[in-house]
């Protein structure tokens, strides 16, 4: 069975997504004072080093990321299913009254943030955290908004949306598979 | 109740007999073994074509727990199982609960096979009272009271001095002793045989050498006294040399082995399968293979399941806690025919294994289908496929390794004393 | 995606290549929660461990329980030894008994090889073993594959001496199937009566006729400690005597590759199975494989609890 696919963004398109990001980010943070970026394995890790590069170039200081797997905090682990295998996180800073801006690619239900949010809780206590995604394809289950969003798509539940990346993590596209 | 069996293979060693012919059974005795016999209408007629008709096949190594542990086998359920295995004969060790050390327990063994059992019984009584390896059993008495050998089985009698003089008490009563060939020491603690399968599983390992100091000794002993020893379940390729080269010089040792220790090797106790944990232990290919050898060079005179029931809650626990031993009357013959079709044996040389050299070794004066002698015959089908289930298993217990397994052959009919005690 | 298959953990001798690369990068992934403030994740929420002792273990019992705990599943611990196992109650009986407060996984330790499988054969829990006669000790086996891996960086090609009482050495065996399988070689030494027959066919091994012999060009020196219990009077004269021939020190140390690892699983009878300077040294990862217990015992909680996948 082979889905249709329509790229909704190219490699450009996405770089300018995630630079327009970083602009909106600097202005409702006023800079990039007590900014850290955490970005959700896989995707959101990768994304959240193109943002933090894209903030470097235009403020010219750099900014902490870090990455966190979020396996351990999923709410599904009691299904039936050979668990997930266990990523890296990595946070080599303190969150303790920093602005974490949590950055994933796809925003779906709302149970990774969830998850994510539950996880960055346990490294300590962020000022604030505010969400950064790539896309936003709808469905929420959870009351759960994103502050910075790259692309609302509208999608029907059937549909899966996938950003495809490198060999070396860089973003190439974003597709739609119906 | 009179009996012809007709147009059967009839192999008789006793009498070096091998045709089709008819067998006459009357008043519990033979009386005819011809072609053409007819009997008189009303007489049951068995169909034997196709079928092997050999003397009543002799198990001289059984464990019926009657007395005393009745909860895994007792008289009835055990002689059930031993005709339903095509055995007309069963010799019972003496490790029951009291041991069969007198003359009462002996009595009580005879008379309850008698009146309620499904074939002879022959009672083997101890070498040492209580099993206690301690002093000798009055073996006079025990003979008396229908005893037909002296053993410890489950235990060697470890005071050499005591084995020796027990071989020579015991060959002046003219009873045979039955030696459990075993070195206490190095058993130990083991679980199964000392290998590569006890290294990878963890287990203690019982090695090969335990059995054949033991049996060394036996028949050094033998030697030296110029007295008769009978080996149990000899298991090992050591075991085997010792008897074939002391046969070779002259010593008055027999042995028999199990149809186990031709059959499996110890990777059966791979998966920790306590149906596969019995004393001596399953041993390796190349012990099976000598014990084949010793089979067909005639170094080993029988063929003896040492049939051992155990409760399920006895085997269906961990691996060490387990007790020793498998059942083996009705699945016996299958495996030794397989020794036929594999061409260790002659269909004869599997008879008088199973047959006419127990008899001969025991002095049971059975095993002949002679005009004249009791009746006990035993009806083969070697070529009737059949699964070893639990829930048919005549044996109370069903400790069997062979579960499950897709066997060939079957005793179709059991003849114990002229009466029809079995049929397929 | 590499998954993890398998309801129970007995034996690294069940599990592939895939499946202890699996379990010991899980481990290198959950380690870090240890060092965190919040040392705790929600994974395994609602879950029962029951840790059922047969054999008294403080290290790998409280290993065990700690892991569970920073899954966040409830652990209880049970030590039948001095409970209803005295008064005759047999393995089945208890494990049904427990079974009726409806534990998720067993993680049992039992002096009769084997014994976890006759229990996973009875109940519809996950069985982990922590160490069964002398059979398989599977943990320590990752724990001690963790470690190494921390030194070297891979699992390949290393050059591993076991040295001691292999015979009743459940860690042994575990370390024999886990190298193997990933591809390094074992080398064995000890008194005769301590080495058990065909061991040499379990795996990638060696059995060498000296410690030096073993020892050569060694990148780790794993030292099994020994118990005179379990050695009795007919293996060994005495203590003494086996640390003349088979006890680690600075001298023969010099044999294998310059700073290779020196591990031991505890606890180290100084200056037996090696002196003191060499359990305190500078190649001593022996509180190192201490630390790594509760990762992957973290690590085998986890996937046993994701199911069955058939």
Sequence with gaps: MTAEQTVLMDGAGIKRALTRIAHEILER????????????????????????????????????????????????????????????TDIPFS??????????????????????????????????????????????????????????????????????FDGSNQPIEVVLEK | MDLLIKNGRVIDPSQKLDDTLDVLVENGLIKAVGKGLSAPAGVETIDAAGSYVVPGLIDMHV?????????????????????AGGFTSVCCMPNTKPVIDNKTVASYIINKAKSEGFCNVFPVGSITYGLSGDHMAEMGELKESGCVAVSDDGKPVGNSELMMRSMQYAAGIGIMVISHAEELELVGEGAMNEGFTSTELGLKGIPCVAEDIATARETMLAEYTGTPIHIAHVSTKGA?????????????????????????????????????????PLRESADVSAIKEGLRDGTIDAIAT???????????????????????????????????????????????????????ILGLNRA????????????????????????????????????????????????????????? | MAEFKHKHIIALRDLTKDDIELLIS??????????????????????????????????????????????????????????????????????????????????????????????????????????????????????DLLTMKDRYGRLDGLKVAIVGDITHSRVARSNIQGLTKLGSSVYL???????????????????????????????????????????????????????????????????????????????????????????????????????????VRMAMLYHVCGGELE
């Design chain 2, 306 to 360: 040492d049939h051992a029931p155990h409760h399920q809650d006895e085997k269906d626990v961990e691996f060490t806690a387990a007790m020793n031993g498998i059942i083996g009357l009705e699945t016996s013959l299958p495996l030794s025919l397989g020794l036929v079709d594999e061409g260790v044996l002659t269909l004869n040389q599997l008879i008088e294994k199973m047959s006419c050299n127990p008899s001969n």
């Design chain 3, 26 to 143: 899980t481990a290198e992934n959950m380690r870090d929660i240890n060092c965190r403030d919040i040392k705790k994740v929600p994974t395994l929420r609602g879950k029962t461990i029951i840790n059922l002792f047969y054999e008294a273990s403080t290290r790998t019992r409280t290993s065990f329980e700690i892991a569970g705990k920073r899954l966040s599943a409830d652990t209880v611990n049970i030590a039948p030894s001095n409970s209803s196992a005295t008064k005759g109650e047999t393995l089945a009986d208890t494990a049904l008994n427990l079974l009726a407060m409806k534990p998720d996984i067993i993680v049992m330790r039992h002096a009769v090889s084997g014994s976890h499988y006759f229990l996973a054969n009875k109940l519809n829990c996950s069985i982990i073993n922590a160490g069964d006669g002398a059979h398989e000790h599977p943990s320590q086996g990752l724990l």
């Design chain 2, 240 to 280: 085997v040399r010792i008897i074939r080269e002391a046969k070779a010089r002259g010593v008055k040792v027999t042995c028999e082995t199990a149809p186990h220790y031709f059959t499996l090797t110890d990777a059966a106790v791979r998966g920790y399968n306590t149906n596969a944990k019995m004393n001596p």
């Design chain 2, 63 to 83: 464990h019926l727990r009657d007395p005393g542990l009745e909860y895994k086998e007792d008289i009835i359920s055990g002689t059930k199982a031993a005709v």
């Design chain 3, 189 to 295: 030494a000890g008194p005769p009566t301590m080495v058990p027959p065909g061991v040499e066919k379990l795996g990638d091994v060696t059995v060498c006729a000296t410690m030096n012999e073993a020892l050569q060009d060694a990148d780790v020196v794993m030292m099994l400690r020994i118990q005179q219990e379990r050695q009795g009077k007919t293996l060994m004269p005495n203590a003494r005597e086996y640390s003349r021939y088979f006890g680690l020190n600075p001298t023969n140390i010099k044999l294998a590759k310059p700073n290779a690892m020196i591990m031991h699983p505890g606890p180290i009878n100084r200056g037996v199975e090696m002196s003191s300077s060499m359990v305190d040294g500078d190649q001593s990862w022996v509180l190192k494989q201490v630390e790594n217990g509760v990762a």
């Design chain 2, 368 to 424: 002949t289908l002679a005009a004249g002698s009791v009746a006990d015959i035993t009806v083969i089908d070697p070529k009737i496929e059949w699964v070893v289930e639990a829930d048919k298993l005549a044996s109370k217990s069903k400790n069997s390794p062979w579960l499950g397994q897709k066997v060939k052959g079957a005793a179709v009919a059991t003849v114990v004393g002229g009466k029809l005690m079995y049929k397929r």
């Design chain 1, 29 to 88: 943070n006023k800079g990039v004072a007590d900014i850290v970026l955490v970005g959700i394995r896989s995707g959101g890790a990768f994304l959240a080093d193109g943002i933090a590069q894209q903030i470097s170039v235009i403020e010219g200081g750099a900014v902490p990321v870090g990455a966190v797997d979020i396996t351990l905090y999923r709410d599904d682990c009691s299904g039936h299913l050979p668990h997930h295998p266990v990523g890296k």
């Design chain 1, 95 to 164: 969150l303790e009254g920093k602005k974490v801006i949590l950055v994933d690619d796809v925003l779906y239900t709302g149970r990774t943030i969830r998850a994510a949010m539950d996880a960055l809780m346990d490294f300590g206590r962020p000022q604030s955290i505010q969400l950064a995604v790539l896309i936003d394809r709808g469905h929420r289950e959870l009351p759960i908004r994103a502050d910075f969003v790259g692309r609302n798509v509208p999608t029907s539940q059937k549909e899966n949306v996938q950003v495809a």
